[in-house]
C-alpha cells in the first residue's frame, strides 16, 4: 500500500505556472505507474497525465498538451506536474493516483489503485 500527498496548488492568474509535487510513503514507488486527475465543481475527475513507472513514458490529455508535464523522481518518491500557460478552466482539485497493475497509467480513474487527498489550483482571470 502506498500514500500520496499532494502539494503546491494555489491561486494564479491566466498566463502563470505552478509545479504541484506528489510524495509517496512507499520504497516500491518505481514499482507504479502514476496518474494526475483533476475535479472542477460540479464535474466529472479527468484525466490529466500519466507517467510509466521509469518515468520513460508519459501521455496526457489533449487540453494540456504543451502546456503541462509530467514527470518523476523514483529516488524522491515524487511524482511532479508542471503546469503552464494556465487557463481559468483549469481551476480544480488536482489528485495524484497511482496505479500497481500498469507499467503506463491509463485515462480511466477506475485504473488507479490509491488516490491523495488533492490539492486546489485556482486560475483567475
Known amino acids: 500500500q502506498v500514500q500520496l500527498v499532494e502539494s503546491g496548488g494555489g491561486l494564479v492568474q491566466a498566463g502563470g505556472s505552478l509545479r504541484l509535487s506528489c510524495a509517496a510513503s512507499?520504497?516500491?514507488?518505481?514499482?507504479?505507474?502514476m496518474g494526475w486527475f483533476r475535479q472542477a465543481p460540479g464535474k466529472e475527475r479527468e484525466f490529466v497525465a500519466a507517467?510509466?513507472?521509469?518515468?520513460?513514458?508519459?501521455h496526457y490529455a489533449d487540453f494540456v498538451k504543451g502546456r503541462f508535464t509530467i514527470s518523476r523522481s523514483n529516488a524522491k518518491y515524487t511524482v511532479y506536474l508542471q503546469m503552464g500557460s494556465l487557463k481559468p478552466e483549469d481551476t480544480a482539485i488536482y489528485f495524484c493516483?497511482?496505479?500497481?497493475?500498469?507499467?503506463?497509467?491509463?485515462?480511466?480513474?477506475?485504473?488507479?489503485?490509491?488516490w491523495g487527498q488533492g490539492t486546489q489550483v485556482t486560475v483567475s482571470s
Open positions: 512507499s520504497s516500491t514507488f518505481s514499482s507504479y505507474a
Open positions: 493516483a497511482a496505479d500497481r497493475s500498469r507499467a503506463l497509467g491509463g485515462t480511466s480513474s477506475r485504473e488507479y489503485d490509491y
Open positions: 507517467v510509466s513507472r521509469s518515468g520513460l513514458s508519459e
